[in-house]
């Protein structure tokens, strides 16, 4: 399977710069990886349709705890899904940071898989934890936390983790890359060993064009999440022509 690089837009992007972007995505001719892009809600239906013959697939930043219904300013998977959203990104960092707990983290898994959508896990350490050697500990917590809910059908379907260091960040320090080596891998022989059997692990945390092929290289990191690169399109075209 061809590696994976997402491009995490965030909320950077007025509506018009989103779509330039978009555009200039759209330009890219590459076969060597899957690209994803997450615009902002705002961005996903335009783009749905900037994106419709390229070979780059929509992902979005989010989604609801609900189903289609009356839930005043949410965004259901479902409604997501019918623009064509392939991959959603949960318990992203800055998510967790503003609030969101693991049960609701949870909750939203479970709505993307029943959408049949892939969810994009995203789990990692903060510097305390990391400086105190508690990366593996803090990890193992965060997953059980999810592995140990998913039935099993859900554990059979195609999922992504994302890990991602909480201090690397928009830091611009970013974890040597045999280091992501050997956590990302941890986290695949510990989905193995509860039963998902589909797993990849993204490494995400300060990639940049210059050490983004060093990650690409390790056999136990299936792709990248891009934050900042993504939003400046020669980087992000270096990236994905390395
Ligand atoms: P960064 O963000 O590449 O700007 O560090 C990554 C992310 O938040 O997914």
């Keep these: 399977m061809k590696k994976i690089i997402i491009a995490n837009w965030k909320a950077n992007l007025p509506i018009r710069s989103s779509l330039v972007l978009a555009k200039k995505y759209s330009s890219l001719s590459q076969k060597k990886f ?39 300013g949410e965004i259901p998977s479902s409604a997501l899904k ?20 693991s049960e609701i983290t949870f ?16 789990i990692g350490e903060n510097l305390i934890q990391h400086n105190q050697n508690k990366t593996i500990a803090v990890l193992k917590k965060q997953l059980f936390s999810i592995f140990s809910q998913l039935s099993k059908e859900e554990k059979e379907r195609r999922i992504l983790i994302a890990y991602e260091p909480v201090w690397s960040i928009g830091s611009g320090k970013a974890l040597d890359a045999d280091e992501a080596g050997f956590v990302c ?7 193995n060993q509860n039963s998902l059997s589909k797993v990849e692990v993204i490494y995400g945390g300060s990639v940049n064009e210059s050490n983004s092929d060093n990650y690409l290289k390790e056999e136990n990191i299936s792709g990248l999440l891009l934050g900042g690169s993504s939003l400046n399109f020669p980087l992000f075209s270096k990236i994905v022509n390395s």
């Design 185 to 191: 891998r941890f986290i695949k022989e510990f989905a």
């Design 107 to 122: 909750q939203k898994i479970q709505r993307i898989l029943a959408e049949k959508i892939t969810p994009v896990i995203c």
């Design 82 to 101: 019918s623009l064509g959203v392939k991959f959603i990104l949960v318990g992203h960092s800055e998510r967790r940071s503003n609030g969101e707990t």
């Design 34 to 72: 899957s690209i994803v892009v997450c615009p902002d809600f705002l961005g996903i239906q335009p783009i749905s349709i900037l994106l419709k013959k390229t070979n780059i697939s929509l992902g979005a930043q989010d989604a609801s705890i609900f189903p289609l219904g009356a839930h005043t």
